[in-house]
């Protein structure tokens, strides 16, 4: 309707019987379109059909290759008497008495042509060259920087699909929680973990478990990881083990504060951390078979990472192995020495992610 209203503006400025902007989509014909105001709305009618055929439409072709900004009569293009004996005269323009054509380039964007097409009919004046530069000065740049935003905004929107498709696709559950503590995005795999409801569940807005100890540690972490992304001192990001319903393996989960670059304003709807949720629906995650040659890591470092993918905190990985707590200390640096990461957290993440990307 914006862009109607602006032919239709258009129109009345150059004083013609009609304005029409065409954007064609070479890559995708069915995203083209063309947009007409200041006419009679069966002249849309007729002329939808032709639309993306444009086998004798000589006028649009001669412009498609034109910078934005060249402006053209109809008569510069070809002869009327030639034009006169085109399809497209005869079907669209004749039948509205229409004689007299301007056509000016909008520019081109990533495969995407835009052209502004203004008709006088028989009994007007022809366009002149005052009109061209009424059309040149007064209207084709402010119409020029639209287009360019329209597009920007259409890549936009097409990158986010893509990125949400993609979110979608992860096997860990993903929710984003703005600088209030609202999820603002769930993912697929955590509305299905939530719909499983075996131990973790999202109601009122609110990440709800039935241990109180795992509960008490998600309502500590969410507001310290929102700190954090605020620029605000807090303690690192730890991960968080929920027991499951029915004695299943328990799933994992860990805040991650989203970094600020500049201003909080640049993310989106003030997005300020990201849950991440593993869920092994009762499957404790191997390691993969060469990670103990890719890293350098012992037989024992290679239990100790297994059993902390397992949720365990170091001190109970220290019980279930049978070591004391001084022994996955040391263990734990050495593991942090060979993989380069620096915490817990972050040996947890690299060890997540190659379990995901082997599998």
């Not at 293009?77 to 034009?83: G, K």
């Not at 990440?207 to 309502?219: H, K, P």
């Not at 200390?329 to 690299?350: D, E, M, Y």
Request: charged share 20%; with cysteine.
């Amino acid at each position: 309707s914006g862009w109607r209203d602006f032919t239709t503006a258009a129109a009345r400025l150059l004083q013609t019987r009609f304005a029409m902007i065409h954007r064609m989509d070479f890559a995708n014909q069915l995203k083209s379109m063309h947009v007409a105001g200041g006419i009679d709305e069966s002249f849309n009618h007729a002329f939808t059909p032709r639309w993306g055929e444009g086998g004798d439409d000589i006028y649009l072709q001669a412009m498609l290759d034109q910078p934005a900004g060249a402006v053209r009569l109809s008569s510069e293009i070809v002869a009327p008497d030639l034009a006169h004996q085109t399809e497209i005269h005869r079907e669209l323009a004749a039948p509205w008495q229409l004689e007299y054509f301007l056509f000016a380039s909008l520019g081109s964007h990533d495969g995407v042509t835009s052209v502004l097409s203004l008709a006088r009919c028989i009994d007007d004046d022809p366009f002149t060259t005052a009109d061209i530069d009424l059309l040149s000065q007064a209207l084709l740049p402010h119409l020029c920087r639209s287009i360019s935003v329209h597009t920007s905004i259409a890549s936009i929107r097409q990158n986010n699909a893509l990125l949400a498709a993609m979110i979608d696709m992860a096997p860990c559950g993903i929710v984003v929680f703005d600088v209030s503590g609202r999820p603002i995005l769930v993912n697929e795999s955590a509305a299905a973990m939530f719909a499983r409801d075996r131990g973790l569940a999202l109601r009122n807005g609110k990440l709800r478990t039935a241990d109180s100890r795992a509960q008490a540690m998600l309502d500590a972490a969410l507001p310290n990881a929102i700190a954090l992304s605020q620029g605000q001192l807090a303690r690192p990001p730890a991960p968080i083990v929920i027991p499951r319903n029915g004695g299943a393996q328990p799933c994992q989960l860990v805040f991650s504060p989203l970094t600020k670059h500049s201003e909080m304003a640049e993310l989106p709807r003030r997005a300020a951390c990201v849950a991440l949720i593993y869920d092994e629906r009762g499957h404790q995650p191997d390691l993969p078979a060469d990670l103990a040659g890719t890293y350098g890591l012992s037989k024992a470092e290679v239990r100790l990472c297994k059993t902390l993918l397992t949720g365990k905190t170091a001190q109970q990985a220290a019980d279930a192995l049978n070591i004391s707590p001084n022994t996955v200390k040391t263990h734990l640096s050495r593991i942090f020495h060979k993989t380069g990461v620096h915490s817990q957290t972050a040996l947890l993440h690299l060890l997540t992610t190659q379990v995901q990307t082997r599998n």
